[in-house]
């Protein structure tokens, strides 16, 4: 009987140190992971501090820039708080508040719903980091801004102005995309720091609007769902970014997982976190993800029953490319789910901890010196448009250092 019980000790420890190993990323992993970044940002904070532009991704072998206006503004800053967070060097501080305030006026962009990616990743990674009393102030105008783009009618906040469907048989007048729920956090952070509900509000009427119209029974997801603005009601579901209307562009899965699960975070309320396990669920265990755990950039590419719109260019590439960010951005969201999903969370951290060894490998994490000194290389931006297809993309880095964070905690 005792030297069952034993056995049986034995048995457990063993199990449970192998899962340890495959559920932690080493610290020397991270520790190689960084001290590469540090030599990829240094070059690329030359050439941005010469351009005086956020890097975004490349083209024919040179670094392309985004403008202020443009959605990708923060993760630039936000990855040098990254690099200040996890080095403590004072050097990837500077250069951060450097980077962050240079979008100050951003705070009263109300052209698109981005403004929650620009400013909160840089200037709420900023005062997390800092405490900077300036930075807060910026922060619930930015969050202001925002719920400018809120319709009470509807529900939901615009993500774009006027635009017209990816098969150009409609213009969409209140298109809310599911990336929309990342800029969620910034508004739940303006409730807690003014006392003001209605910011919170907002954001669990959008959460609540998007659970009902862009997530499918089966936990896949639109991309797009425009509203009509008199009775409320969706009037389109269909893609602008993924293969089909009726497709998973995976990227915007894992917004779906990451903006979830931190809405879940941010309320306690259980339906959030169910369909944050449920999208996750689906996005994890899809028959089509690769077995390295980096997804194709959309689940149905040239699948019988998914139809490309005649207007979209994928059909021009002649091989279905991966998309690196949009497993970044998972591989985020699934460390933070795993804290909340009871006994489904060494499974979500496991997959995570995957993705990252799968991402940290020569086959998407460049040596320094090459891809023109960003991290990540296979993310695709935009496959329709043949835009940033199999690049580096400054998002991509920016959630995998965060990932990379998470895992260390
Ligand atoms: N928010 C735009 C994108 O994910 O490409």
């Known amino acids: ?44 904070l030359d050439s941005a501090n010469i351009k005086m532009k956020y890097p975004r991704s490349s083209k024919d072998g040179k670094i392309t820039y985004a403008g202020i ?31 962050t305030e240079t979008l100050e006026s951003n705070q009263f962009n109300t052209n698109h719903h981005d403004i929650g990616f620009m400013m909160y990743n840089s200037y709420g990674n900023g005062y997390r980091l800092t405490g900077n009393e300036k930075y807060k102030s910026i922060l619930i ?3 202001k801004s925002l719920c400018t783009r809120y319709n009470e009618k509807v529900g939901a906040i615009k993500s774009w102005n006027d635009k017209p469907s990816l098969d ?7 298109p809310v995309i599911i990336d929309n729920m990342m800029n969620l956090e910034l508004l739940f952070f303006a409730s807690k720091i003014t006392g003001d509900t209605m910011y919170k509000h907002i954001a669990i009427k959008h959460a609540e609007k998007t659970m009902e ?9 639109y991309h797009v769902v425009d509203y009509d603005t008199i009775t409320g009601k969706a009037i389109h579901k269909e893609t602008n970014q993924g293969f089909a209307h009726n497709s998973t562009w995976t990227r915007g899965q894992a917004w779906g997982v990451y903006g979830f699960t931190m809405t879940y975070r941010e ?19 899809h028959k089509n993800l690769p077995s390295d755990k980096i997804p194709n950039w959309d689940f149905n590419v040239n699948e019988s029953g998914y139809t490309s719109p005649a207007s979209a260019q994928s059909n021009q590439l002649n091989y279905i490319p991966r998309d690196a960010s949009a497993a970044a951005i998972i ?10 999903a009871g006994t489904k969370g060494p499974m979500y951290k496991k997959t995570a901890i995957q993705i990252l060894t799968s991402l940290s490998s020569p086959s998407y994490f460049a040596k320094p010196g090459t891809n023109n000194h960003f991290l990540l290389m296979h993310c695709t931006g935009n496959a329709n448009r043949v835009s940033e297809v199999d690049k580096p993309i400054m998002y991509g880095d920016y959630y995998f250092l965060e990932a990379l964070l998470r895992a260390k905690k």
Request: charged share 15%.
């Open 267 to 285: 309320t306690g309320d259980k339906r959030f976190l169910n369909t944050a396990m449920k999208m996750a669920d689906y996005f994890i265990n």
């Open 141 to 143: 105008q930015s969050a």
């Open 69 to 99: 206006e443009e959605w990708t503004g923060g993760f630039w800053p936000g990855a040098l708080w990254f690099m200040y967070e996890y080095t403590q060097k004072p050097e990837w501080k500077q250069a951060a508040i450097k980077w």
């Open 213 to 221: 119209n862009h997530v499918r029974s089966d936990f896949s997801s």
């Open 1 to 44: 009987m005792k030297a069952t019980f034993k056995f049986i000790l034995c048995l457990t420890i063993l199990s449970q140190s192998v899962f340890a190993q495959k559920s932690t990323f080493a610290t020397n992993q991270s520790n190689q992971v960084f001290a590469n970044a540090e030599l990829q940002y240094h070059s690329l």
């Open 168 to 174: 150009g048989k409609d213009i969409l007048h209140y």
């Open 331 to 340: 591989a985020s969201a699934l460390l933070e789910l795993s804290n909340y």
